[in-house]
């Protein structure tokens, strides 16, 4: 494989039958507030509330790919925490297997926690600085009772074998790896405990090109021989494309569109998505960096608390834009967009699939 290509050597294995979502996002709404400083206190001012999720739904099925991209700020992260019960969300509700996370009992809940692992943008920070990898791995495999005290060590191995590391990295800590090395690490403790879902936030934007590869590569493969599913955040659109069955654009807090990898990049509608693909680098060598092409935009807190979100950038605005949010609406099967620019009637065909 060219060195420079962030594109995966691996084939993407075939989009997953259709199955009940195992994770659901319904309508999942995430604000944050912070407290006032001295100057706010003093002139009685309200810091403002961010909306960093608006009523956000989507659905993961067993062993697919679904890939969430959009612009730094745009609510990837908290999305991904709200998912994985990080963070409780302020409306709408998470679902898995059918069941309301907030209302499970305690076992259910733990569970959960194994069978839905996440792996983070920056692994020194997520891996304890003083454990081994042996320490942490040994860890993972007591806390949740994966199996005996006498294959812990077989185990092991077996996790590192699978990650593609070698049996000497057990005694080291982390700060003796490097960032390729780190994530493969995390991996192997996310995968200890042999969960059905990956969220993996960014995990390779912090990586050099070459590495992104190689790090990808072993996410499909991993999915391939596991059977996993894989949230994959990113807002570098090269590799999304080729790795994810499903993609879901967010912009400002709010999910724009959504539809199957190739019909999004291949057909994007929503005029945020549009520019997003129109703006991504063609794979020439000194093309980097997909988000520097991307015009910037303002904060989410300056959004107003009617209209379109994306209304300020679009180039196809309308007075309707101002006034009106345009909520998801179905196009085709498994494809929806929020835009005024699209009818908002459902499709018959796609009455049903309004939630990714
Ligand atoms: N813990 C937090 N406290 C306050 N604001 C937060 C917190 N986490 C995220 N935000 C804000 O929510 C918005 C969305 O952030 P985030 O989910 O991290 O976006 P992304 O991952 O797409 O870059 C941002 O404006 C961010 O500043
Ligand atoms: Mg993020």
Do not use: W
Not at 24 to 35: L, T, W, Y
Not at 217 to 245: K, M, P
């Amino acid at each position: 494989m060219n060195v420079a290509s962030p594109m995966p050597a691996a084939p993407v294995p075939d989009a997953p039958i259709l199955e009940a979502p195992i994770l659901e996002a319904q309508r999942v709404s995430k604000r944050f507030g912070r407290a006032a400083s001295l100057l706010e206190r003093a002139r009685r001012v309200h810091p403002p509330v961010i909306c960093a999720l608006d009523e956000v739904s989507l659905a993961i099925r067993p062993g697919e790919t679904f890939s969430i991209v959009g612009e730094s700020g745009s609510g990837k992260s908290t999305l991904a925490r709200c998912l994985t019960a990080l963070h409780a969300c302020d409306g709408g509700r998470v679902l898995y297997r059918g069941r309301d996370l907030a209302q499970m009992p305690p076992a259910e809940r733990r569970r959960f926690h194994r069978r839905v692992q996440m792996v983070f943008q920056n692994p020194l920070a997520a891996l304890n600085p003083r454990m081994t990898v042996s320490e942490m791995l040994r860890e993972a495999l007591r806390v949740h009772d994966i199996c005996p005290a006498d294959q812990v060590q077989a185990q092991m191995r077996a996790l590192l074998e699978r990650v593609r590391l070698p049996v000497s990295v057990l005694d080291r800590r982390p700060h003796q790896f490097s960032g390729g090395q780190l994530q493969r690490i995390a991996m192997a403790r996310a995968l200890s405990v042999r969960p059905e879902i990956i969220v993996a936030d960014e995990v390779v934007s912090a990586l050099d090109v070459s590495v992104q590869a190689q790090i990808v590569n072993l996410l499909i493969t991993l999915q391939d021989e596991l059977g996993l599913a894989i949230v994959f955040i990113a807002h570098d659109l090269r590799l999304v494309r080729h790795i994810s069955h499903r993609v879901a654009v967010m912009y400002r807090g709010t999910l724009v569109e959504f539809g199957d990898s190739e019909a999004l990049f291949t057909q994007p509608l929503h005029p945020y998505t549009r520019l997003l693909v129109g703006s991504a680098p063609t794979l020439q060598p000194g093309h980097v960096h997909a988000h520097a092409h991307t015009p910037t935009g303002g904060t989410i807190a300056e959004v107003a608390a009617t209209g379109c979100v994306f209304r300020a950038r679009c180039p196809d605005a309308m007075p309707r834009c101002a006034a009106e949010a345009p909520g998801l609406r179905p196009i085709e099967a498994g494809r929806a967009v929020a835009c005024h620019l699209f009818p908002d009637t459902a499709h018959p065909a796609a009455a049903d699939t309004v939630t990714p």
